[in-house]
């Protein structure tokens, strides 16, 4: 598992640190605010000469291609690696994981659960990670060993409830056949906890950890791009984060949840398999 890291940004640059974070602000504002203003009132009606899903993916991409802008603006010898494709290896060591809209779903639907997710990397390290919501007014951001703070304030988890009392997220991938596995693992969660949540987006799933409307998170098949930014920021809002026992938080099985609920969820978990289909 991850711990909160306290002071272990401290050996970074200063002066690098606080212009990632700016970098990734203003990027992840500005592409937050191209896919709210530009995503059509009506998928279905603007949609007439292909899918509403193909809509859709080209604002993906072009809210990528934005992000992408932005960071070569800045730092043009940065790595970066974007889910709709973006991928350069840079010479800096610092690289960028970038979801331009995590939440497809949802988007596509109206549903206001989407966002925008960026973090920057060195070393395996998440040094930097912002979750832009525009739907709900609300900007995340985290600094390795720096806190965390959503629209200016800190944000702090839950102290851990009672397991029985505990409000978990989670969320199901798009094959059927791991579907019906996560199926399995709810259906024996389900009648231990408070109740089970799916908004379908993982990056704000993470930051709801961090400010306390969650009391913790698991999930199976995320993306690097899915949990870099949201999973610093639950764990530098006071969470632990981490997959399997004794592993990070991977596509394997991602979990947060502050201390004393974090152990017997991830115990459970193993238990019931919920890291294989």
Not at 94 to 112: A, F, H, K
Not at 127 to 151: I, S
Not at 217 to 232: I, K, Q, T, V
Request: charged share 20%.
């Amino acid at each position: 598992m991850s711990t909160h890291p306290g002071t272990a940004g401290s050996a970074q640059d200063p002066e690098e640190i606080a212009q990632l974070l700016a970098v990734a602000l203003e990027a992840a504002r500005e592409a937050g605010t191209l896919l709210r203003d530009g995503r059509p009132a009506d998928l279905e009606v603007a949609a007439t000469k292909t899918s509403p899903i193909d809509v859709v993916t080209e604002m993906d991409i072009a809210a990528e291609k934005l992000i992408t802008s932005v960071i070569a603006r800045h730092r043009s010898d940065d790595g970066v690696l974007g889910e709709e494709g973006a991928s350069s290896a840079g010479t800096s060591g610092v690289r960028w994981v970038i979801d331009p809209l995590d939440g497809t779903v949802n988007y596509l639907y109206g549903l206001p659960s989407w966002a925008v997710s960026i973090a920057a990397e060195r070393d395996g390290r998440t040094l930097v990670g912002v979750v832009e919501a525009p739907m709900r007014g609300e900007t995340y951001q985290a600094v390795l060993g720096g806190g965390a703070l959503v629209n200016g304030r800190p944000a702090h988890c839950r102290p851990a409830p009672g397991f029985s009392h505990a409000l978990i997220g989670t969320g199901f991938g798009y094959l059927a056949e791991r579907r019906a596995a996560q199926a399995e693992v709810v259906r024996t969660l389900v009648p231990r906890v408070r109740d089970i949540r799916r908004a379908g987006s993982a990056a704000i799933d993470l930051c709801d950890v961090g400010c306390g409307r969650l009391d913790g998170y698991f999930e199976r098949g995320l993306n690097p791009w899915d949990l870099a930014a949201g999973e610093l920021f639950a764990r530098e809002a006071g969470a632990l984060t981490g997959g399997r026992p004794g592993a990070p938080a991977s596509g394997e099985l991602t979990i947060a949840a502050p201390p004393g609920l974090f152990e017997p969820l991830q115990g459970l978990l193993e238990d019931l398999g919920a890291w294989h289909d």
